[in-house]
């Protein structure tokens, strides 16, 4: 798929965020880590919510957790998803204790519940943007 038939609206890398994005390309998943007190963070921001420290380091997460909450989407917010319909958005609750949102791939709608384990996928959107989505585990 190249960049020109993407058609959904794409994330804009920050200097906060570009280690997360790039780390997917890389087929791996990296969250931030607070390097004074310790605490993973995720969504990558630049300020510690817990310490309020602005240094951090990237670690390996494992990729893995459980469906904390979904929700199916009937209706397309942009065009670009109109294909997809319906799809599904999984907050899941990484091994590491953070929560993270990606859209799940191949489980039907009658299998998802809370709890269920899941494992982080890499999805090619464009040449320069690989998506995280969440599979069964």
Do not use: N
């Not at 780390?23 to 300020?47: E, F, N, W």
């Amino acid at each position: 798929m190249t960049e020109t038939t993407y058609m959904k609206p794409l994330p804009e890398a920050s200097p906060d965020t570009l280690p997360f994005w790039k780390s997917l390309q890389d087929g791996k998943l990296r969250i931030q880590a607070c390097s004074a007190c310790g605490k993973l963070r995720h969504y990558p921001r630049q300020v510690c919510p817990y310490c309020y420290s602005m240094e951090h380091k990237w670690v390996e997460a494992k990729g893995t957790g459980t469906i904390h909450s979904w929700t199916t989407a009937h209706h397309a917010f942009h065009p670009g998803f109109k294909g997809e319909l319906p799809y599904t958005l999984l907050t899941v609750d990484l091994a590491e204790g953070v929560r993270m949102q990606a859209q799940a791939r191949g489980i039907a709608a009658g299998k998802l519940k809370i709890g269920l384990p899941v494992k982080v996928a890499f999805e090619i959107a464009t040449r320069d943007l690989t998506l995280p989505v969440f599979v069964s585990a």
